[in-house]
């Protein structure tokens, strides 16, 4: 009589238990990494998006002329700008904006400065056009 059992032996089991637990092992380990990663980089995401959104304030505020580009939150905390300032209050975040002139440009700079000693500067150029 032939008595041949199928299936798997204790040795194949246990290779095959070790095999997915490295990887997912691995994958967790890689998870966390990037997730921390991810938080470290989060207050110089929060200074980009306070930078970006004074300088579209500043763009915007040009009233389509060339002599009006000037910051209206560096002169007032009303409007849109008092949200950007209780906003930079909260997260620790100082933010300063020059316009400097040459030829005909104009050159915008908003530097927004972490609590940590690191800096986020934004620039563009407004040229005089007709």
Do not use: H
């Amino acid at each position: 009589m032939n008595n041949k059992q199928s299936g798997f032996t204790i040795i194949e089991l246990v290779i095959f238990i070790t095999v997915i637990a490295l990887v997912s092992l691995g994958i967790i380990i890689t998870f966390e990494n990037t997730m921390r990663l991810n938080y470290s980089q989060t207050p110089f995401f929060k200074a980009a998006a306070l930078a970006r959104s004074r300088m579209e304030i500043i763009i915007f505020n040009r009233q389509n002329n060339y002599v009006g580009v000037s910051d209206p939150c560096s002169v007032s905390t009303s409007g849109i700008c008092a949200a950007l300032s209780s906003f930079a209050t909260s997260e620790n975040l100082t933010v300063l904006s020059t316009i400097s002139e040459s030829g005909a440009n104009k050159t915008i700079t908003v530097n927004v400065n972490l609590n940590n000693g690191n800096s986020y500067p934004l620039q563009t150029i407004v040229s005089d056009y007709e």
